[in-house]
T-cell receptor, first 115, second 112 residues
Framework: GAVVSQHPSRVICKSGTSVKIECRSL??????MFWYRQFPKQSLMLMAT?????????EQGVEKDKFLINHASLTLSTLTVTSAHPEDSSFYIC???????????FGPGTRLTVT | AQSVTQLDSQVPVFEEAPVELRCNYS??????LFWYVQYPNQGLQLLLK??????LVKGINGFEAEFNKSQTSFHLRKPSVHISDTAEYFC??????????FGTGTRLQVFP
């Protein structure tokens, strides 16, 4: 149980285009999901906390107009990178908070490459 | 605010040897503690967690960790490592259901 999926696993896009990444909790409902960014050989940096039915809470320094987060249902959160640039290339990982376990279940990640 | 320190960026070890990955944290309130493992180009997998109770926590793949409140540490140990344990290991803390604060990670490299 407690499986989280991400789609796509890899995406290459041209500079200036937008890319949407989906995060789904497959066998449980998640009122809270998190989006992280990981640069090569570095730790995970929290970008935002996504709560179902409300606006996401962004960490300091993360542009909310560039990284659009939508959590429209209890099993799906999306991250849209708008007007992507090469410096947005990174590994994006989502997680979903399990109820009563205080544990975040992580997705497999999405490798974004902007050319 | 909370912070996590993993002093060892890399830990090389031979197969079947014991290993300890160090983690220290800083917090003015009680925290929950976690160890995650990440294999190349994959997400994170939970090894073990400490929420309350016994300070010695046993996790998957033969790993265990001990919570030491006085030393604000949560070191990860395994008595005998395998080649397949080669991966990146992250220590993390949270306050309740709040966000996870990660350490910088420790690369465990197991040699035959």
């Amino acid at each position: 149980g407690a499986v989280v999926s991400q789609h796509p696993s890899r995406v290459i896009c041209k500079s200036g285009t937008s890319v949407k990444i989906e995060c789904r909790s497959l066998d449980f409902q998640a009122t809270t999901m998190f989006w992280y960014r990981q640069f090569p050989k570095q730790s995970l940096m929290l970008m935002a906390t996504s709560n179902e039915g409300s606006k996401a809470t962004y960490e300091q320094g993360v542009e909310k107009d560039k990284f659009l987060i939508n959590h429209a249902s209890l099993t799906l959160s999306t991250l849209t990178v708008t007007s992507a640039h090469p410096e947005d290339s990174s590994f994006y990982i989502c997680s979903a908070l399990g109820h009563a376990t205080y544990e975040q279940y992580f997705g497999p990640g999405t490798r974004l490459t902007v050319t | 605010a909370q912070s996590v320190t993993q002093l060892d960026s890399q830990v090389p070890v031979f197969e079947e040897a014991p290993v300890e990955l160090r983690c220290n944290y800083s917090s003015s309130v009680s925290v929950y503690l976690f160890w995650y493992v990440q294999y190349p180009n994959q997400g994170l997998q939970l090894l073990l967690k400490y929420l309350s109770g016994s300070t010695l926590v046993k996790g998957i793949n033969g790993f265990e960790a001990e919570f030491n409140k006085s030393q604000t540490s949560f070191h990860l140990r395994k008595p005998s490592v395998h080649i397949s344990d080669t991966a990146e290991y992250f220590c993390a803390v949270s306050v309740g259901t709040d966000k996870l604060i990660f350490g910088t990670g420790t690369r465990l490299q197991v040699f035959p």
